[in-house]
């Protein structure tokens, strides 16, 4: 057995407990955070209905079904035998719930003209989001809109990536950006189109953001002419 184990928020989770030369004891499962006894054999002794267990007869898995999983529900979970003194084995599960990013948030910083690219991210979820939908100032994006320029990269996988290109920034691009997967929460983005010609633009992802203006300086030197008359 594994001694770490990830599920995710909703889907059912399997906590597999192999035992080798049982003979005639009995395999349970526990929960540490509240020595919660969950089940013993192929009997489930909990009234949450979430947990189950489970067991095909003549095999050596003793199976703990948690269905519909929670945060909650992190913790350590431990699979013992009824030997004297008992022997067990725990597992500590971990239950996330799939979040998502968009880089360079809470605030981006483009210069007019130039390419905004914007970069959404999705982890920890089920499976692919079906569908990753963009808007801009709370409309969808139309991507066959007559302003053009505007493109769309998904890359499905266990981190789905979809990147939102819009070409030869104007003014009128600022706004909130929001990244909706079908599957997870939404991420949004403020983008700032800036007007100077050489901007000193950063954006940090921790929750903060700065602009720098550049100024020219001009140094004058004078030069002082001493003229002698003689």
């Known amino acids: 057995m594994q001694s770490n184990f990830t599920g995710l928020v909703g889907k059912t989770l399997h906590l597999v407990c192999k035992v080798k030369n049982l003979g005639n004891r009995t395999v349970s499962w526990i929960r540490h955070r509240d020595i919660h006894l969950l089940t013993v054999g192929r009997y ?22 948690i269905r519909y999983p929670q945060r909650k529900d992190s913790g ?14 725990p597992i500590y599960l971990t239950v996330v ?12 910083y483009v210069n007019k003209g130039s390419t905004i690219n914007l970069t959404c991210i999705v982890k920890y979820a089920p499976e692919p989001p079906p569908m990753m939908n963009w808007s801009h100032n709370t409309q969808v994006i139309n991507f066959d809109s007559p302003r053009g320029g505007i493109s769309l990269v998904t890359e ?11 070409q030869k920034a ?6 909130i950006y929001t990244c909706q997967p079908s599957n997870a929460n939404p991420s949004s983005i403020k983008v700032h189109v800036v007007n100077e010609e050489h901007p000193a633009a950063m954006h940090h992802g921790e929750g903060s953001s ?18 002698i008359f003689i």
Request: include cysteine; charged fraction near 20%; proline fraction near 8%.
């Open 97 to 108: 719930e799939p979040i998502t990013i968009i880089r360079g948030a809470p605030d981006l």
């Open 156 to 166: 499905k996988g266990p981190e789905t990536t979809s990147r939102l290109m819009i």
């Open 210 to 227: 700065s602009y720098v203006r550049t100024r020219p300086m001009c140094f004058i030197i004078l030069t002082i002419v001493n003229v």
């Open 76 to 89: 350590i979970y431990e699979c013992q035998i009824s030997t004297t003194p008992p022997i067990g084995h």
């Open 44 to 65: 489930t002794y909990t009234s949450d209905q979430r947990f189950e267990a489970q067991h095909l007869v003549h095999t050596e898995e003793w199976t703990l079904r």
């Open 170 to 175: 104007v003014p009128s691009d600022s706004g």
